[in-house]
Nanobody
Framework: QVQLVESGGGLVQAGDSLRLSCAASGRTFSSYDMGWFRQAPGKEREFVAATRWIGRSTYYANSVKGRFTISRDNARDTVYLQMNSLEPEDTAVYYC?????????????????WGQGTQVTVSS
């Protein structure tokens, strides 16, 4: 079992930056693929970014490529999402997700474990 706790959300203005953190516990963090997803009001949850457990390859949705950066610190069992040049369209609840990296699945999903989410609101 893996427990995930997100933090770092908040209310910012367009053009600002935020860094989300996701602290993991319960299993060997370094062997897990980690991802970030978001869900805006009235919309389905969508993939944002992910990092593979081996080689630390990163993947991004087209809508955030060049603005967001996912990274992980295996010594701290934490994955980050640095979000720059935020836009009102980025407003959503952001969720951290994890899965066993040995499954070698597509980085957009599925994931087994989910955090409770952190709200990001970007005003224009």
């Amino acid at each position: 079992q893996v427990q995930l706790v997100e933090s770092g959300g908040g209310l910012v203005q367009a053009g600002d930056s935020l860094r989300l953190s996701c602290a993991a516990s319960g299993r060997t963090f370094s062997s897990y693929d980690m991802g970030w997803f978001r869900q805006a009001p009235g919309k389905e949850r969508e993939f944002v970014a992910a990092t593979r457990w081996i080689g630390r390859s990163t993947y991004y949705a087209n809508s955030v490529k060049g603005r967001f950066t996912i990274s992980r610190d295996n010594a701290r069992d934490t994955v980050y999402l640095q979000m720059n040049s935020l836009e009102p369209e980025d407003t959503a609840v952001y969720y951290c997700a994890a899965r066993n990296g040995a499954l070698a699945l597509a980085m957009t999903g599925p994931y087994n474990y989910w955090g409770q989410g952190t709200q990001v609101t970007v005003s224009s």
